[in-house]
């Protein structure tokens, strides 16, 4: 047996290197536990890092899609009672002019179309809770009607000029490439409501109107509210359709976030799998490791021992 075959510097190198892979091996699975993640770096990841970075990018925009979209569902669901109210409205005027009509009567009447007014003013000049106009389009900052009295109304040059919001609606990003129109206006909302008030109370201020000192229709008031039933359920019918198409983007904001919903469960199912660590797995390792620490550790140790001497006969 020759020298260099017994506990070479090149063998002991060797095995010291092992014993070092070993331990950082051991210690790289023992803060996979500890941690609860794979790695605390992409580069810890090595071929998937870019895969779990696009991951948590789109998790990441798929979130902000989410928030937008609540804050948009939150107000298509306001309009939506506001709406149905706004419709009530128009429904009572119908009324309050066909039973001044059928009982020869229209004491009371503008006493109605004056809270009908108000009730309307309030709801199209109402604000979320962060005190933003909800119908001013993308004024949010300004009340989208100008006026808050039947006098004010009668003296406007038209109806669609006590209208103040932004035309455009506002519209909010559901998902990459996809975006979704919301938010009626008030103009949207209102002008049909407004005009037919608008024209029931400048006829009362006129030469042949002064409904509450007339105990009897005359003629030409008969004839003016008679056209005015028929105007007025144009108005109610097309507040029913305004508020049908809300509900139809109600509908679509909530299949947008139950998608949002899915995919964020999608992605944090994949990133779990990526980023998180698998303690079955990691369990095994660590056993691994151990072993072939403990292994590496008797070698070197058996190793450096060894001698010539072990093997010369003694005297």
């Keep these: 047996m020759s020298v260099d075959r017994v506990a070479t510097a090149q063998q002991s190198s060797y095995f010291l290197s092992q014993i070092n892979q070993s331990g950082a091996r051991l210690d790289h699975t023992n803060k996979q536990i500890a941690s609860g993640v794979v790695a605390d770096t992409y580069a810890g990841f090595g071929d998937q890092a870019q895969v779990l970075q696009a991951t948590l990018s789109a998790q990441a925009r798929n979130s902000a899609y989410t928030t937008a979209t609540s804050l948009a569902s939150t107000q298509a669901d306001l309009q939506d009672t506001q709406l149905t109210s706004l419709s009530d409205l128009a429904t009572q005027l119908k009324k309050a002019v066909s039973d001044a009509v059928a009982n020869n009567d229209p004491t009371g009447l503008m006493a109605q179309v004056g809270s009908i007014f108000s009730q309307a003013t309030s709801i199209l000049n109402s604000k979320d809770a962060n005190g933003d106009y909800i119908y001013a389009g993308g004024r949010t900052d300004t009340a989208p009607v100008s006026v808050n009295s039947l006098s004010q109304l009668i003296a406007a040059p038209s109806t669609a000029s006590i209208f103040t919001n932004a035309d455009g609606k506002k519209s909010v990003q559901v998902a990459d490439g996809h975006t979704i129109s919301f938010g009626l206006t008030a103009s949207d909302a209102g002008t049909g409501l407004m005009q037919a008030l608008k024209d029931i109370a400048s006829f009362d201020a006129g030469g042949t109107g002064n409904f509450d000192s007339s105990t ?46 899915s995919s964020d469960t999608l992605y944090a199912s994949f990133i779990d799998k990526l980023q998180n660590t698998n303690m079955a797995d990691a369990a095994t390792q660590l056993s691994l490791n151990q072993t072939a620490l403990q292994a590496a550790l008797q070698i070197t140790a058996t190793l450096n021992q060894l001698s010539l001497l072990n093997y010369m006969p003694n005297g």
């Design 216 to 261: 009897n229709l005359s003629g030409a008031q008969n004839t003016f509210l008679t056209s005015q039933i028929a105007a007025t359920g144009t108005v109610a019918s097309g507040l029913t359709a305004v508020t049908a198409q809300n509900g139809n983007v109600y509908n679509q904001l909530q299949a947008a976030t139950a998608q949002q919903t």
